[in-house]
């Protein structure tokens, strides 16, 4: 059976926050699948002149970024929760959804947005998220599937530096992931890319190593440590 | 070449602490060597009516249950700091040795004492261990060797909980462990042993698998962060 | 006037965390009364057999080892506010609810979840107990009762150990602890219980006693002190 | 036997921080020692016009009000390390020494400073207590006397804002604590005094009573926590 | 164009916190405008005996305190969300509006509430304020105004003394800030009066200056930071 | 009289970290002035083929490329302590005679490493300034000069992000900054090129204005907080 990665989102684009590391698994033979949690109807900092400022149109056009930009990263399944953007709250149903997900997809590794994000729907998300894995471990509503424990649960590093608990080197997939970005047209702006790279660099450089450049830095939550070794 | 497990320790018996992580990497081909700092001539909580309480006595007591341990625990080479027992203090000096012996050994996993430790020897172990981690992987003094980046440096759990950031499943190595800790007759009295199996049972629990009993927990620390997925 | 010990809980059997403590204060003349938020219909990690998985019957098994367990605890007074398991939300509402039972029972001391544990409606519940305390103390809405200011507020480790600020000695009370949580059958698997005792354990090494074995931990929390040497 | 308080400060003043819970438990016969760490010859903020800035002379000046304030305090014994003011480190044998001292007097609650202040020499006093405080209670060195359990170790606000874990109400002992602070002519100005009630009640109010209005607060150490309930 | 400060509070004398800071920036040319979020319905701790305990004759009085306390302070504008008192929680909307409001005034200083306070709508004021200033900088809904970075974005000390970022000397307008207070009439019993001035003495201590004695503190939220030398 | 800033750094190279505020100061009239703790004898990451591994030639090399830079940042006064590099240490003697120069140099602003750094002799020069700061500004050991309070103390970013307290826009000195940068050509590699401005873009998009890119981040410590609207 194939080796799953799940990435758990709160808009279109978020996934590019760890997409170096999804392609150096991709290469080992792990197949990605998405769980998107909003409509990204109201865009990030900076729009691009193509998209108007209209909610629902930014939905529209944000959504067909998204088709492309899953194509790039070769996503199997894509899950979306249509929660409005800039609303998403914690709520036990959504939590039981994202958990019957989990129980279904039986990802080895999850990837989330990171509680200490400056978004409110980053925050959202990574709240839910948390909380689904560990629900879905456990022995407990039966109904949704049986009890799956992710083994690596782990918590994207977005606009605002983290104290990042692990780092993986992504060097050699560094230009695959900009290039990605770049598919947002309405959300790459220089700027963006400027913090996408310089975060980076930034994490490259901590990797310490003699010759790795590029890395991406995750946080873990208590509620389900990764487990090492296995 | 095999890959080498580093373990840094203050005292003859700490390695107890992460002795199942260190097992199970055996299996897999690592071999395992240890640097411990002091004498161990204070003794621990509880001394067994063997020992005395002159502390050359018990020094040289603890150095001969050490030796039955590392056989017990397969070690390939054993480093002395022979630094005096309750009295460790960081310095530039005794980190310069660190970083050597790690040049020399070149381990790919280090395991080390934690810095929220309530032993005084073991945080000064740990803030030792950090900063020779981290400047064996710099371009700096080479005369002390070629850089080396520890891939994954992991901080221990002693007597007092943490916050970990990783767990092992050791389920199939506690048994070894206790008894590995057993061969420390001057250390282990029943409130000790309890302690051992709790926190390992505690831990177990937090994997949050179906199966798995015990465990082992680590913190990171941000000078040299684990490297995931190399 | 009997000094009172009210226990402020999210779930049926969520008072084994600091049954030792409230026996032992039994002992010297407090009484004990209880307040459960939820109805307790999703179970906790592991049910027992005889449970069904229906949240119904759930709900209602475990009201039955409730009342059993009560007995065991010498209740006096139980008040339930039947929330949603795993829903438990703060609201003004409630934490109004939770004030007025506070300013009708005078509580000398309050034992209540604690704000880290991974358990959301225990965080919650925590939430709750934490502003009703404070604001049952104030000169405010003197229809829900005369203010009262609790003077031991404090919040029991659950299954995530804590940084705890004080300890009690439960030794001579550990076993009746346990005999008490076996009553939850539906809860009380062998790996429950393991963290029980192996919880119990570790905080009794803390006590750092000679003779103590057996220990409780609280943390605090800065919204209402406990006022220690009344 | 008679039940004892010991005190562990860096200068002569420093005990006027914890004074009033001191004053509060001798009415209920418990009786004062203290144990001094340096010589106190550089002064606090605001040196009083007697003294000159010579050290030596502040050091004796300074000795004279502590002699005068110990009597005010009544203070059974008082020990001193004479260590050079403003340089105090923690070290082995100072611990050693303060475990001694522990053991001998076998006091049930000790008063220190607080880790978290700004002034060197008192966290440095704290962190040579913490260690000592935990040290005595071990099955260790027992040529130090026997092992000795501080059931209950605070540690005092000074300056700057704790966050506190418990707090003792002296609103009754509030006029000879301030009495006891103007002995130091050489430290009291109207600046000093004014922190000393501003503080003293800021917790006060956070005591959240209908009639106190003073209170000391204190945090704790996890090395060796407060025990209830004894 | 005048210089433009915004003050967002829960109450209606919530203001009195930072508005010694508001009247030394009056003095440079400042105006102040106000955004209160609660109808104030509730009552702070200490009732005034002329207000009675019903809720909206409560609001009504306050209401008119607000009034006069307004004049004193000179404030050019006041905004109402209207909010139910006690019971303020973060929502889309409501940031919202706090954000058209932060773009219709362009203030270059904003004043709020503490993340870390023990008063649940002072929290949940500082919480929308946070969201609402980072959003109102960037480039999204143009249609509630064009973008606007408040340059300094600071978070006033409560009832809890908090770990300041900055502090404020405000020596010269202490008088009138506690004469601002003293129009709360159903505020300011004589206990809160201490609370005032000893918050404000201990961080004129904390100023270090040798003539400065009452001051201001203030935190800083990382999601838009204090720009230093503009 | 000028506005005095003064620099306190552990090695050579390190003011680069805060040059852009200081040039932007000295626009507005401000004078530079430095203080440098150790001799810079074992060179930073990566070392430049032109010099040698013997720490003295390190050393001398260093401090010529320090000479060069310091020309560049039109410093007016370069005291030196001469410390051995990577062996800082706090001393009550080295926090003397900081203190003395700050009284010396009466700054208005101070700029210092971070004690959150990764760098031990960073971490080192930031507690030895800190101390300083404080101290310089009571009435004590008037022999070493007459009180002076330093109304903004700011901890600069190294190169492991901090949480920041305030952000300072340098887009119009980036370019000179990173020109000083490379007058230390025995540090400046391509990696080290890439941190500083990936830094420098990351907090730039941190500022949150439409215009600015680059921005210098700074941290403030309890000690003597920076104070505001002077």
Redesign the interface.
């Given at each position: 059976m194939k080796r799953t990665i799940l990435g758990i989102t709160a808009h279109a684009d978020d996934h590019v926050m760890f997409a170096g590391?999804v392609m150096?698994?991709q290469k080992r033979g792990y197949q990605y699948c998405e769980l998107v949690m909003t409509t990204s109807g109201?865009?990030r900092?900076?729009?691009d002149s193509k998209a108007t400022?209209k909610t629902e149109k930014i939905a529209k056009y944000r959504k067909s970024e998204l088709s492309a930009a899953l194509k790039v990263l070769k996503c199997t399944n894509l899950y979306e929760l249509h929660q409005?953007d800039?609303?998403l709250q914690y709520?036990?149903e959504l939590m039981h959804q994202v958990m019957r997900i989990i129980r279904l997809e039986k990802p080895e590794i999850v990837f989330t947005m990171n509680t200490f994000d400056?978004h409110?729907d980053h925050c959202a998300t990574a709240h839910i998220a948390r909380?689904a894995i560990?629900w879905a471990?456990?022995?407990?509503?039966?109904?949704y599937g049986a009890?799956h424990?992710v083994t690596?649960p782990l918590y994207a590093e977005g606009?605002?530096?983290v104290?990042?608990?692990?780092?993986?080197?992504i060097t050699d997939y560094y230009d695959v992931k900009e290039k990605l970005f770049k598919v947002y047209t309405s959300q790459a702006t220089p700027?963006d890319l400027?913090?996408l790279?310089?975060?980076s660099?930034?994490r490259?450089?901590?990797?310490?190593?003699?010759e790795g450049?590029h890395?991406e830095?995750?946080t873990?939550e208590?509620?389900?440590?990764?487990?090492?070794?296995?």
């Amino acid at each position: 059976m194939k080796r799953t990665i799940l990435g758990i989102t709160a808009h279109a684009d978020d996934h590019v926050m760890f997409a170096g590391t999804v392609m150096k698994l991709q290469k080992r033979g792990y197949q990605y699948c998405e769980l998107v949690m909003t409509t990204s109807g109201e865009g990030r900092d900076f729009r691009d002149s193509k998209a108007t400022n209209k909610t629902e149109k930014i939905a529209k056009y944000r959504k067909s970024e998204l088709s492309a930009a899953l194509k790039v990263l070769k996503c199997t399944n894509l899950y979306e929760l249509h929660q409005e953007d800039q609303d998403l709250q914690y709520s036990k149903e959504l939590m039981h959804q994202v958990m019957r997900i989990i129980r279904l997809e039986k990802p080895e590794i999850v990837f989330t947005m990171n509680t200490f994000d400056v978004h409110p729907d980053h925050c959202a998300t990574a709240h839910i998220a948390r909380e689904a894995i560990r629900w879905a471990a456990k022995n407990f509503r039966s109904e949704y599937g049986a009890p799956h424990r992710v083994t690596m649960p782990l918590y994207a590093e977005g606009t605002v530096p983290v104290d990042p608990h692990v780092l993986v080197d992504i060097t050699d997939y560094y230009d695959v992931k900009e290039k990605l970005f770049k598919v947002y047209t309405s959300q790459a702006t220089p700027r963006d890319l400027d913090l996408l790279k310089s975060t980076s660099l930034i994490r490259g450089y901590h990797l310490r190593k003699q010759e790795g450049v590029h890395a991406e830095a995750f946080t873990v939550e208590k509620n389900s440590l990764p487990i090492l070794f296995e």
